[in-house]
C-alpha cells in the first residue's frame, strides 16, 4: 500500500486546443486534509471531476487506493464521497427523507442514516423540511449525503461557496474533525487560502491548469518573508549603503526595503541608517504573509 490515496501521472484535460488542466502529478496523502487552491478557472473542478471519472481526461494516469481509475473505475468510486458543485436535494422533504432516498437506491440502512446526520450535527433538524434550512445546513446535508457509505475519500470542491461567516465555521469545523474521528481523507477545493489555512496539512496550488507548488502546509509557510519597510530622506543612496555592508535592501514604492522581521537584523539596519546620517521618518514591519506567497506564484494580477 502506498502513501498515497491519490496520485496522479501527467494528468491532463484539454478542451479543443485550450489545456485546462496540465501535467498534473497531484499526490494527496492517506488520512490528512489536503487544500486544493487556486483562482477561479484555474483547473480544480476539472481536475476532481477526472478523479471521480465524471470528466474523461486528454492524457495521463490516475491511481487511487492504488487503482488505477480506467480498470477499477466503480470498485474506486465505492470509497469516495463526493460534494461537487451545489448539493442536490428535495426542499419539500426533510433532511432525514432526502437522505433516506439515498439510502434506498445504495441498499444501506437507518443506522447509516443516524450515523451521517449526527456527524454533521444535523441529528436535531433531521426532520424539518430543507426548504427551511439555512445555506450552511443545506451543505452539511450535501456533505452527509456524500458520508453516508462511510467512504475513505472525501472530495468536496468549494464546499463553503455562498456561506455566511456561520456556515463558513461549520463545515471548516466538520472538515478537522472527520480525519481524526474517522480516517477519512478529504480534498478539498477553494480559491480562497483563508479557507484552505484553517483546514488542510497539505497544500495543491493549481494555476492555469499547472500545479505551481504542492507540499505540506509548513513547508509553504517557510518560504513565506516578512520585510521591513522605512521612510528616508534619501532611499535610493540607503539601498546602496546597507548594500555595500552585505544587506539585501530595495526600494519599492520610494520606501527602502528589506527582507528582514527579526529583531536583531532590524535593529542592526536601523544603526547603520543612523550612523550613515539617514534621517528615518517611518518604520514599518510587514508581517510574512501566506497571501502573498501565493500571489507570487499565481501572479499578481489575480490576487485575492
Ligand atoms: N466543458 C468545458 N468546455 C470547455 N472549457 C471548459 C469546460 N469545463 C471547463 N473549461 C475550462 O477549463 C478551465 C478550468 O475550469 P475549472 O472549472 O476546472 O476551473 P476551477 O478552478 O474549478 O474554477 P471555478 O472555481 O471557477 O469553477 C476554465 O478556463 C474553463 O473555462
Redesign the pocket.
Known amino acids: 500500500m502506498s502513501d498515497w490515496v491519490i496520485h496522479t501521472n501527467l494528468l491532463t484535460k484539454k478542451?479543443r486546443k485550450?489545456y485546462?488542466v496540465k501535467n498534473l502529478n497531484l499526490q494527496v496523502a492517506r488520512g490528512g486534509v489536503y487544500g486544493f487552491l487556486?483562482h477561479?478557472?484555474?483547473?480544480?473542478?476539472?481536475?476532481i471531476k477526472m478523479l471521480l471519472g465524471m470528466v474523461k481526461q486528454t492524457s495521463g494516469n490516475i491511481c487511487i487506493f492504488d487503482r488505477n481509475i480506467k480498470r477499477d473505475r466503480k470498485t474506486i468510486l465505492q470509497k469516495i464521497g463526493s460534494l461537487v458543485e451545489s448539493p442536490t436535494y428535495y426542499g419539500h422533504l426533510t433532511g432525514h427523507e432526502n437522505l433516506r432516498v439515498i439510502t434506498r437506491v445504495l441498499g444501506l440502512s437507518e443506522k447509516h442514516i443516524q450515523d451521517a446526520l449526527s456527524l454533521v450535527r444535523l441529528t436535531k433538524d433531521a426532520h424539518r423540511l430543507v426548504k427551511n434550512y439555512s445555506l450552511g445546513m443545506k451543505q452539511r446535508l450535501g456533505i452527509a449525503a456524500a458520508l453516508i457509505g462511510n467512504p475513505e475519500l472525501l472530495i468536496l470542491d468549494?464546499p463553503t461557496n455562498g456561506l455566511d461567516p456561520a456556515g463558513i465555521l461549520e463545515i471548516r469545523d466538520l472538515i478537522t474533525r472527520l480525519p481524526k474521528e474517522r480516517g477519512v481523507t478529504i480534498l478539498i477545493?477553494s480559491?480562497l487560502l483563508s479557507e484552505i489555512e484553517q483546514t488542510a496539512n497539505y497544500i495543491g496550488i493549481?494555476n492555469k491548469?499547472e500545479l505551481v507548488y504542492q507540499d505540506t502546509l509548513d513547508a509553504l509557510k517557510k518560504q513565506v518573508k516578512g520585510r521591513i519597510e522605512l521612510e528616508v530622506n534619501q532611499p535610493m543612496e540607503a539601498a546602496h549603503y546597507l548594500n555595500r555592508f552585505g544587506w539585501h535592501a530595495y526600494i519599492d514604492e520610494n520606501k527602502l526595503c528589506l527582507d528582514v522581521t527579526d529583531k536583531e537584523k532590524v535593529a542592526q539596519t536601523i544603526r547603520s541608517l543612523v550612523q550613515g546620517s539617514f534621517d528615518i521618518f517611518d518604520f514599518r514591519r510587514m508581517e510574512p504573509s501566506l497571501e502573498n506567497i501565493f500571489i507570487e506564484l499565481t501572479g499578481k494580477e489575480q490576487s485575492l
Open positions: 478542451y485550450q485546462s487556486g477561479n478557472g484555474a483547473g480544480k473542478t476539472t481536475t468549494e477545493s480559491h493549481i491548469g
